[in-house]
């Protein structure tokens, strides 16, 4: 059981660059979130995904985009990065009926 | 709306000193709080959690009253370790469907020195 798994762990993008952070869950939970994490500001929720083909936005979704074609998997896509999209981006999952969120291990992004 | 408020860090502590991490909340109805810590290059994970008043939850060593009259959550440890050098994460979330999503304080830095 390998929970939650991301890739990559690290990218350096320059601006305008375009790139997509899987992630990845054996779980068979519902649903699926990603968050931002920047410094003093804890996390802050993205986009989520309550199901297989359904997302919505969260707190902070400008300049992203997502897509949960398989239960098990939910993207995050820059489109065209930008310094402000420096951060760490983290995933994670739930399952229905439960409050307990499962997260992988980050991915730190770098936008030049 | 809900939010969670935690002391600012960082927290620097000797080995086996007494640690408190304070925790307020706002929230309507009765959520569930949670601490989660996050160690260095790493996710964060579930250290305690408590869904209604009056719970304590425990886990390491780490506890966490879920104080509903003064709307807290504060973490405790008798004696700290080098090995509990982490960021510690308040959190809460209100109810179970899937419009419920979880809110998180802004996290707090806590150092042990040997």
């Known amino acids: 059981n390998a929970g939650v798994t991301q890739t990559p762990k690290f990218r350096v993008l320059k601006t305008g660059q375009s790139m997509t952070l899987l992630c990845a869950q054996d779980m068979n939970h519902e649903y699926m979130y990603w968050y931002r994490q920047d410094p003093g500001m804890g996390l802050r929720l993205i986009h989520y995904?309550?199901?297989?083909?359904?997302?919505a936005k969260g707190e902070v979704p400008d300049g992203y985009n997502v897509s949960r074609l398989k239960k098990q998997n939910f993207l995050l896509g820059l489109e065209s990065a930008a310094p402000s999209q420096t951060s760490v981006y983290f995933c994670a999952s739930r399952l229905a009926g439960y409050n307990e969120q499962f997260f992988g291990p980050g991915t730190r992004l770098t936008v030049l | 709306g809900n939010s969670v408020t935690q002391m600012e860090g960082p927290v620097t502590l000797s080995e086996e000193a007494f640690l408190t991490i304070n925790c307020t909340y706002t929230a309507t109805g009765y959520p569930s709080l949670f601490w989660y810590v996050q160690y260095p290059g790493e996710g964060l994970q579930l250290l305690l959690k408590a869904t209604k008043a009056d719970d304590k939850g425990s886990n390491k060593g780490f506890e966490a009253t879920y104080r509903k009259e003064t709307t807290s959550f504060h973490l405790e440890k008798g004696s700290v370790q080098v090995s509990d050098s982490a960021v510690y994460f308040c959190a809460l979330i209100s109810g179970y469907s899937s419009a419920s999503k979880i809110i998180f304080g802004s996290g707090t830095r806590l150092s042990i020195r040997p």
């Open positions: 995904s309550v199901g297989e083909g359904t997302t």
